[in-house]
């Protein structure tokens, strides 16, 4: 399964398939993002980050692409389980070098059994 | 555990009150930054410190909102005279330093009647 993010908010796929969770980021000039994972009643929990000097980071089962050029930014969840259920947030560091983030809205993702 | 402690996990307070939030990040975590976020959005920056010093209140929405991290370690964001459209939770976040992963709490939820 593949959202567009922003576009839609919902992403429902069948236990064991590959899902995809795309982002797009507004600043050119970010340099570093970040996937974080957010269960309902707690707080978002980080699943892997990239630096605008890759394009690709694999994890245990989480691989993010970055595209630089569309401002783009995916990830890759291998063999969904349904402990995955959750809200999903890119966030980007703009321009700023104390390091505040800016996240984007969110992908609900739904994992049927 | 190790990781981020917020208090209180709920809160609730009548229009016009002060409320104070507690922060306790990872232990010799240097950055620590606030976010708010409403239902249904993903958190918004509010305030960033670097040890005990402040550097950037760039998110705090009014002069009713107040932070400190006297001794560089635990963080109180205070709200006074509170206003409905405060109701949000309230995370706090933590890094090594400004660049790294930020670690989050399970936030403060805030409700103002």
Redesign the interface.
């Known amino acids: 399964g593949e959202s567009v993010g922003l576009h839609l908010p919902t992403l429902s796929v069948q236990e064991g398939d590959n899902s995809i969770i795309n982002c797009a980021y507004s600043n050119s000039a970010s340099d570093y993002f970040i996937w974080y994972k957010q269960e309902s009643g707690k707080g978002p929990q980080f699943i892997i980050d990239i630096r605008s000097n890759m394009d690709k980071r694999q994890g245990q089962r989480v691989t993010v692409l970055l595209n630089k050029t569309v401002k783009h930014l995916s990830l890759q969840i291998a063999a969904t389980q349904p402990g995955d259920s959750a809200v999903y947030f890119c966030a980007e560091n703009g321009s700023s070098n104390t390091g505040k983030l800016i996240f984007g809205q969110g992908t609900t993702l739904q994992v049927k059994p | 555990g190790a990781g981020?402690s917020q208090s209180p996990r709920y809160k609730v307070a009548k229009r016009g009150q002060d409320v104070a939030l507690r922060c306790d990040p990872i232990s010799g975590h240097v950055?620590l930054?606030w976010?708010q976020q409403a239902l249904g959005?993903?958190?918004?920056?509010l305030t960033?410190f670097?040890n005990e010093a402040q550097?950037?209140k760039s998110?705090l929405p009014s002069d009713r909102f107040f932070a400190e991290r006297p001794e560089g370690s635990v963080s109180t964001l205070k709200i006074q005279r509170t206003q409905q459209e405060d109701s949000a939770v309230y995370?706090c976040?933590s890094?090594p330093?400004?660049?790294?992963?930020?670690?989050?709490?399970?936030?403060t939820r805030l409700s103002i009647l």
């Open positions: 981020v950055s930054f976010y959005q993903g958190p918004e920056f960033y670097q550097l950037d998110g995370l976040a890094s330093r400004g660049d790294q992963p930020q670690h989050f709490g399970d936030g």
